[in-house]
């Protein structure tokens, strides 16, 4: 929802002063003027923590701006005509006769190309966040306003391609302009400010620009996992009354709305999104439905089935053990405000949301909601590997118990795992960052980190990042494991120390003794002498700490230290095959 600017400078004051900075430069071609104001407002919200500067640059100067940028976290670019070619604002005059048009389209695509080498060059820093042109064009082609120009076509199809270029770089992010149009739906360009201070924007324009752009700054973590009921959600019908024949989700029995949202939990689920079902029915039923009726959210792609006449939140407290993942990661789905309120009692952290079986409409909005919080940036190849890996580990689990604990090291050496470890320094690696961020309960500190953070540490030449992939007769479960550091001498004891700031993995890799080659890696192959954690406890990293005081044998502390004697003393044989990426 947009603000009035006297709600923005109240936001702005109401940040911490002694807050540590979130420093961003705002890069365009105009006066920044409001759309500057609104943008601190919207990124004082996103980051309430911290107290947000908003760097500015020279105006008339879109791509000096860019070379220019240095020591903030983001850059944010909003373009407009005028930095394409002059001639396309309002402040300079240049010629708007017919005889310039060719000479104005030569000079966009010479401005285009530009940019994007430009912007290419900034995104090897620090992320980008670029608004294309959001205004009308000038009056500035022979044709009638309601009549489309040659010149206006071949500039939006010259600008599309600019996006889709840009959209390919790394660290890139385009503001999505249909997203704009439903925010700012009135009038945008404002001709009084444009002329008399060179800011061109509505207070309205401004402020939804503003809201989006800092949103993309933030890069919120997608949601992981949805719950779903079944009867008049999954489908229209009550399966133990209506029978198998009578649940439908089409056109044809007006229940189109139910194939859609099958449709939409399809998606999600190929994009690594974790779906499962929660449903007071008969599993029978459930499994003919699914076998007879074939829906388009195939059985396949859901992992676990709750299907019992008992009370769902117990079904959700099985799920989130299944899946090991936070509750504050997970959506409940269902058409009975009842059991919403009932989960809800007992997982106050999981969002929960009405399906408005009656209203498509209100569906469809539901599904854009969704679509929101569970959208990412690409798809990963952990993504791809998330359910199958799920399924595999559950299988690993169900299969460990059977082997005696005293030769869970002979076990382990049954299922042929293979550590492939990486300490490649790569800024873009998103998956390394998103553990970091994501995972709980195997997290050393619980710290998240803000990705022009994580890039700027990783530029410093005594960081080390250590990455590892894990496969066994199970599956793959992708990179499931990061150690983030830095490396001292001390020149009086002669030692190398690795100081492990962060340090998470993958509760999918619980049970199988992966954290001990996680530190044996340093202390054999980088050869370091002495580990020091940046360890803190938090309510859910129970299983780190309880790793930490077995290897040190005792309480873990703040700045803890493991010697590689320590370590050696205290630490299994490995299982595994380990080998490094070249």
């Known amino acids: 929802m947009t603000m009035k600017l006297a709600e923005a400078l109240k936001v702005i004051q109401s940040a911490p002063p002694q807050a540590p900075t979130i420093q961003v430069a705002l890069l365009c071609g105009f006066n920044p003027l409001h759309l500057e104001i609104f943008l601190r407002a919207e990124l004082s919200r996103l980051f309430p923590d911290r107290l947000p500067v908003v760097k500015t640059g020279l105006y008339g100067d879109l791509i000096g701006n860019l070379q220019r940028i240095e020591n903030v976290l983001a850059g944010i670019v909003a373009m407009e005509w005028a930095d394409l070619d002059p001639r396309l604002g309002l402040r300079r005059l240049g010629g708007w006769d017919a005889s310039q048009l060719s000479d104005i389209l030569a000079e966009v695509n010479r401005s ?68 704009l149009d439903k925010l700012s739906s009135g009038s945008r360009f404002d001709v009084n400010s444009d002329l008399a201070t060179g800011f061109p924007y509505t207070i309205g324009h401004a402020s939804a620009l503003a809201e989006l752009l800092a949103r993309l700054v933030l890069n919120r973590p997608a949601k992981k996992g949805l719950i779903t009921d079944l009867d008049d959600t999954l489908w229209r019908g009550i399966l133990g009354d209506d029978g198998v024949d009578g649940i439908s989700w089409d056109l044809e029995h007006h229940s189109q709305i139910h194939g859609l949202y099958q449709q939409l939990l399809r998606s999600l689920a190929s994009s690594g999104t974790l779906i499962a079902v929660a449903s007071k029915n008969e599993a029978a039923i459930v499994d003919e439905a699914f076998a007879a009726r074939d829906p388009i959210l195939p059985k396949a792609d859901i992992f676990p089935f709750e299907v019992h006449w008992g009370p769902k939140s117990e079904s959700v407290t099985r799920i989130l053990r299944a899946w090991n993942i936070a509750a504050d990661d997970v959506v409940c789905v269902d058409d009975s405000a009842a059991e919403l309120a009932e989960i809800q009692r007992s997982h106050p952290r999981v969002e929960c949301l009405l399906f408005p079986r009656d209203n498509p409409q209100a569906a469809y909005e539901l599904f854009e909601k969704l679509r929101d919080w569970f959208g990412k940036d690409h798809i990963s190849p952990e993504d791809r590997l998330r359910l199958a890996s799920l399924r595999a580990n559950a299988e ?11 030769a869970s090291g002979d076990f382990l050496a049954q299922i042929d795992g293979r550590l492939t470890v990486s300490t490649k320094k790569q800024p873009l690696d998103e998956r390394a ?75 999918r890799a619980f049970s199988r003794q992966i954290e001990f080659e996680c530190l044996r890696w340093p202390f054999t192959q980088l050869e370091v002498d002495e580990l020091e954690f940046d360890f803190a406890a938090t309510p859910r990293n129970a299983p780190i700490r309880d790793f930490l005081q077995k290897v040190l044998q005792g309480p873990p502390e703040s700045e803890c230290r493991l010697t590689r004697e320590q370590f050696l003393q205290n630490c299994p044989a490995s299982s595994y095959v380990v080998e490094e990426v070249a």
């Open 112 to 179: 285009c190309d530009c940019l994007r080498n430009a912007v290419e060059e900034c995104a090897r820093k620090v992320p980008v966040v670029v608004s294309l042109p959001t205004l009308p064009l000038v009056p500035v082609a022979f044709n009638p306003p309601a009549q489309a120009s040659e010149l206006s076509l071949e500039l939006d199809n010259r600008v599309a391609s600019l996006a889709v270029d840009l959209s390919r770089v790394p660290g890139v992010r385009i503001v999505e302009r249909r997203r």
């Open 396 to 406: 690993f689990q169900g299969r460990l118990p059977r082997a005696a604990m005293s």
């Open 433 to 507: 960052l998103e553990l970091v961020n994501k995972t709980n309960q195997f997290n050393l500190n619980g710290r998240r980190v803000l990705e022009a953070d994580w890039r700027g540490w990783l530029s410093a030449p005594d960081s080390v990042l250590i990455t590892a992939s894990y496969h066994d007769k199970y599956g793959p479960l992708g990179k499931i494991a990061v150690i983030a550091g830095d490396l001292s001498y001390d020149n009086d004891s002669k030692r190398r120390k690795l100081r492990v700031r962060t340090w998470v993995m993958s509760c």
